[in-house]
Every structure is written in C-alpha cells, then in structure tokens.
C-alpha cells in the first residue's frame, strides 16, 4: 500500500527566514503534487512534478523532487503571514499507468509569526 | 477560483438518509474524481469518472455511488447516512485523468450528518 509522509505535520515559521518541508512516499512514482489549503477551503493546486530532479518554483515556494530516494522537499524562503496554510503532498500512483489516482498525505500546517 | 462548481456548499442531515452531491468540472476537462477530506481519515480518493465511464476507484464504501452524466457533470450518491460520514467531500477535475494532468479541485461540499 503506498504510504504518503510529510514531516513535520506542524511548523510556527518567523517571518522573513527559510524553511524546507518534506514528503517522503513508499513506492517508485515520477509525480508529485503539492496543494495548499487554507482552512475550510479548497486544494490550491501548487506545483506538478513529472520526473526526476524536477524543480518548479513560484514565488517564495521551490519544489523538487528525487525519485530515487522517494522524497520532495518544499522550500520556503522568506516566509511571509500570507504563506500561513497547510500543504498537502500527493503522489499519483496507479498500477496501470493510465489513471491518475492521488495519495495525500497528512498535511503539513504552517503558521507564519512576526 | 478553479473552476470547478459543487452543490450544495452545505449539508445537514439524519443517519440514514440519503443525499446527493453534484458536481461539475472545469470546461474541458473530462476526468472528474471524488475525494473525502475528514479529520481522522484525512484526504482520501473515494472514485474516478473519464467521460462517462469510471476509470479508477478507491476507499469508496458499498453505500456511495457515483456517476458521470453525458454533460459530464457528476453526482456522488450517499446513502445510510452514518454519522463517520460527515466530511468535506471535493470534487476534483482535469483535462484526461491520466498521470500528470494538474487536477483542479472544488470548493468542496461539507456533509453533517446528525
């Protein structure tokens, strides 16, 4: 069964520092989702990741991904108030290939202070 | 605004009853999946659709039911209410439903069953 891990599930950040947040998965894939929800919202949909070594970013957000080691990590630089959310990994895993089927993970919950 | 439409936004009623949530994906897109968001649960694919047909399903228990319609609008049946079934439950879209298609999700439709 694959199993979706994001570490920590909680993180206060200071605004204007760094921070990297990471998804761990269980079984080979070459896609990854990232998605932001701000609470009782919708999923934002972030960033798609097709291979390895993928790096997209978007404003303060990098993401990338290492396939070989089963792990995409989240960047964040500079956090600001309006970065507060939870981030949400997803892989897209289906037996046949044809169909997309995506795991989340728990959520990683941000909190922005000054 | 992702543009996929649900309805209603929010629901409340009795065990054991039935109720309807609708959906309608973004224009264009022909995949349409389900997903069941609760807090001990967290964010689980309940079903897919691709144009008409179900495509993939998942934890999706014998009690729901789903259907994509010609128009590609989609309803996700739910009946014996349980009380565990109260979630947030999304209605997602994208353009084929194969791997790697960025997925669009709605702003979703709180059920409370009482």
Same mark, same amino acid.
């Given at each position: /069964?694959?199993?979706? /891990? ?51 970013? /978007? ?56 | ?51 008409? /047909? ?61």
């Amino acid at each position: /069964e694959l199993k979706v /891990e994001q570490n920590p599930l909680f993180l206060s950040m200071q605004e204007g520092k760094n921070y990297t947040i990471y998804c761990n998965y269980s079984t080979t894939s070459d896609r990854l989702y990232w998605y932001r929800q701000d609470p009782g919202k919708s999923l934002e949909s972030l960033f798609v990741l097709l291979s390895n070594g993928a790096v997209k970013q /978007e404003g303060r957000l990098m993401a990338s991904l290492d396939t070989k080691a089963r792990l995409s990590t989240l960047h964040i630089t500079a956090a600001v108030h309006d970065l507060s959310a939870t981030y949400f990994c997803a892989v897209d895993k289906d037996g046949t290939g044809a169909n997309s089927k995506l795991t989340f993970g728990k959520g990683i919950t941000l909190s922005v202070r000054p | 605004d992702s543009g996929v439409t649900q309805t209603p936004k929010h629901l409340i009623t009795a065990t054991g009853q039935r109720v309807t949530l609708r959906c309608s994906p973004r224009s264009g897109d022909l995949s349409v999946y389900w997903y069941q968001q609760s807090l001990d649960q967290g964010l689980q694919f309940l079903i897919q659709y691709y144009n008409g /047909e179900e495509r993939a399903k998942g934890n999706i228990l014998e009690r729901f039911s789903a259907q994509q319609f010609p128009d590609l609008h989609s309803e996700l049946n739910l009946s014996s209410l349980e009380l565990g079934d109260s979630a947030l439950y999304f209605c997602a879209s994208s353009v084929s439903g194969t791997q790697g298609n960025t997925i669009y999700f709605g702003e979703g439709s709180w059920l409370t069953v009482v």
